[in-house]
């Protein structure tokens, strides 16, 4: 469960921008959209999901980049990259001060009972810090701070007590972390348990796609090999009034005729070498007709784009409902209608999960819907020196019924574009 992610002096963001998912103190669905975690004391009630608005370019994207950062990291950067290897980090780059400063990166989250505060340091070159507060039963522990100190050329580390492994083992992690490597993702790969809850928040609670575009629809493929996740997966889909009787899967077998006609030869052989002979699985969608009731079969191609989209989204959607992740989409309305996003979010809210969605979107229909409370929203734009900023609803103190929707086209909450006029015809 994500409490608080914040970033500082990273591509658009100057200054350190913080979402927080902590949820307020308005009572509004308060049983539907927010839920209690499961940690012993010290970590609010937090929120189902937060929607982000703001124009194009204004950061949105940015914001969701960063925290894909951080979990690349975080998974990554021992063993996938080598000594020397550049740390692919942007600082903001409108100024000289920031050119030349870190990037800075905060995650605050609670994995299996336990809340912890997780960040690090970059440039180009090097982690220049990282640190790891834990807070077992509600107390601070400070498992490890790392530090570069630039006088003598290398990292300063700090463990407490709490931290086990004793100085045999602190000693084997630090020597094995590369200045371009996480100091949390070496001690991980030399079998840390201790570590391990934290690790696997980003490995298997977190999942940060940049559009649903991004989801491929192997996995709700495989999903509806089982009848009780198929009827899941159509009571989905149906939910947006989509009428699809039933799925079912064909096996197909790979040939030449499934590869474009204009790939280039050398391409195409290599394809038909590795790829001639292996079996797929396809799924075929049945509608009733109109007249008979009699199923129709039709083939994936011959379904809509919102309809291949939303298939492509329910296994993975189902997934993070059934397994409590946090799910980060930018552009969620990419492909789906306003109205079926509406019933997305609506679903997550009435499931009863932990599961939590942060998304951005153009779609100002949700405002008008009473489907979010007021501290659910959030909006981006840039200031006078082009860097983003980012700020909730909850700053312009709305009232509990107050017409957002409305508000927010009419500029009163800021994050809409400045338009100026343009003449077409230079009259």
């Known amino acids: 469960m994500l409490i608080e992610f914040s970033v500082t002096n990273y591509k658009s963001i100057l200054e350190r921008q913080t979402l927080n998912m902590a949820a307020s103190a308005y009572s509004e669905l308060e049983s539907l959209n927010t839920f209690v975690p499961d940690q012993e004391d010290g970590v609010p ?13 204004s950061g949105k994207s940015t914001l969701i980049q960063a925290l894909r950062f951080v979990e690349d990291k975080v998974l990554n950067s021992q063993k996938e990259s080598q000594a020397g290897d550049a740390i692919d980090v942007v600082p903001f780059r409108l100024t000289a001060a920031s050119r030349a400063a870190d990037s800075e990166f905060g995650v605050t989250f609670v994995e299996q009972g336990v809340r912890y505060e997780y960040g690090f340091c970059c440039n180009r070159e090097r982690f220049t810090e990282e640190w790891l507060i834990a807070y077992p039963l509600g107390r601070a522990q400070k498992w490890f701070h790392r530090v570069f100190d630039a006088k003598v050329e290398k990292d300063v580390y700090k463990f407490s007590t709490s931290f086990l492994g004793g100085k045999t083992r602190h000693g084997l992690w630090k ?12 001690a991980i790969q030399l079998n840390n348990e201790q570590l391990k809850p934290a690790f696997e928040w980003f490995k298997l609670r977190l999942r ?5 575009r991004g989801f491929s629809p192997s996995y709700t493929v495989q999903r509806c090999g089982k009848d009780d996740d198929r009827q899941r997966v159509i009571a989905l889909m149906n939910s947006a009034d989509l009428s699809i009787a039933d799925i079912q ?4 077998v790979f040939s030449a005729e499934s590869l474009p006609k204009d790939m280039p030869a050398a391409i195409r052989d290599e394809f038909l070498k590795d790829m001639a002979g292996r079996k797929f699985l396809e799924p075929r969608f049945f509608h009733k007709d109109v007249d008979t009731t009699e199923v129709v079969e039709f083939d994936e191609s011959e379904e809509s784009d919102g309809t291949r989209a939303l298939f492509a989204l329910a296994g993975p959607w189902l997934d993070v409902i059934e397994n409590e992740r946090v799910l980060v989409v930018d552009e969620l309305d990419n492909s789906l209608h306003p109205l079926l996003v509406h019933q997305l979010v609506k ?14 979107t153009h779609d100002t229909t949700l405002l008008s819907q009473k489907l979010l409370r007021r501290d659910q929203i959030w909006f981006m734009e840039k200031d006078d ?6 700020y909730p609803l909850s700053d312009f103190s709305p009232r509990e019924n107050e017409a ?8 009163r909450y800021g994050g809409i574009p400045f338009l100026k006029d343009l003449d077409f015809y230079g009259v």
């Open 45 to 57: 009630r937090l929120l189902r999901s937060t929607v982000l608005y703001g124009p194009n370019a």
């Open 175 to 186: 020597e094995q972390t590369r200045s371009n490597a996480l100091f949390f993702s070496t």
């Open 208 to 212: 940060v796609v940049d559009s649903v």
């Open 249 to 252: 899967l064909k096996e197909t």
């Open 347 to 360: 679903r997550l809210h009435h499931e009863g999960t932990k599961a939590q969605l942060i998304f951005t």
């Open 385 to 390: 020196k082009s860097a983003t900023r980012l």
């Open 404 to 411: 957002i929707e409305r508000g927010y086209l009419n500029g």
